[in-house]
T-cell receptor
Framework: KNEVEQSPQNLTAQEGEFITINCSYS?????LHWLQQHPGGGIVSLFM???GKKKHGRLIATINIQEKHSSLHITASHPRDSAVYIC?????????FGEGTQLTVNP | SQTIHQWPATLVQPVGSPLSLECTVE??????LYWYRQAAGRGLQLLFY??????ISSEVPQNLSASRPQDRQFILSSKKLLLSDSGFYLC????????????FGPGTRLTVL
């Protein structure tokens, strides 16, 4: 079993839909990160959180430390949101990554 | 803000040839630096990290090595490439305390034939 599990692996949505990607982890962490990887491979850090909830534009990330679970929500999804979304947890000086969720938003 | 540069962007090398990938960081000093590899269809795997010049920690036994000759320069090397070294290599930098946001470079796509 991986230390970081994401679901779903693949997600296809219609433009405008509300999207949720889930991440569960099994180790103690200092923070959880949500990353976005576009088809060219470049990675952008979306959020780093250790408690509660953060919002940036149409993106919302939440974390429940007791349940070791985090969700990434996208409101009013758009085709440009299509990418791989990666959950990662940090413990000390290293990140452990989930396998990623491939999101495709169709117009 | 930090900017991470990597080169080359793509590389095709024969089995048994040497490798040198370079990563440089702008906009920060004394960052923690990381090399990750993403094999096709797989998640990211930490290969090496460095908390300072000449200080390298290896996460997995492998055919690769890393060096940090300068504060903002991180190099990934191999003396003899294997087919299994193919993948997408990402350099990342983290400022200050561990657990902060990591900023990623654009990556190098390596194909070993």
């Amino acid at each position: 079993k991986n230390e970081v599990e994401q679901s779903p692996q693949n997600l296809t949505a219609q433009e405008g839909e509300f999207i949720t990607i889930n991440c569960s982890y099994s180790v103690g962490i200092s923070a959880l990160h949500w990353l976005q990887q576009h088809p060219g491979g470049g990675i952008v850090s979306l959020f780093m959180l250790s408690s509660g909830k953060k919002k940036h534009g149409r993106l919302i990330a939440t974390i429940n430390i007791q349940e070791k679970h985090s969700s990434l929500h996208i409101t009013a999804s758009h085709p440009r949101d299509s990418a791989v979304y990666i959950c990662a947890v940090s413990s000390g000086s290293r990140l452990t990554f989930g396998e990623g969720t491939q999101l495709t938003v169709n117009p | 803000s930090q900017t991470i540069h990597q080169w080359p962007a793509t590389l095709v090398q024969p089995v048994g040839s040497p490798l040198s990938l370079e990563c440089t960081v702008e906009g920060t000093s004394n960052p923690n630096l990381y090399w990750y590899r993403q094999a096709a269809g797989r998640g990211l795997q930490l290969l090496f990290y460095s908390v300072g010049i000449g200080q390298i920690s290896s996460e997995v036994p492998q055919n690769l090595s890393a060096s940090r000759p300068q504060d903002r320069q991180f190099i990934l090397s191999s003396k003899k490439l294997l087919l299994s070294d193919s993948g997408f290599y990402l350099c990342a930098a983290e400022q200050g305390a561990e657990g902060n946001t990591q900023y990623f470079g654009p990556g190098t796509r390596l194909t070993v034939l």
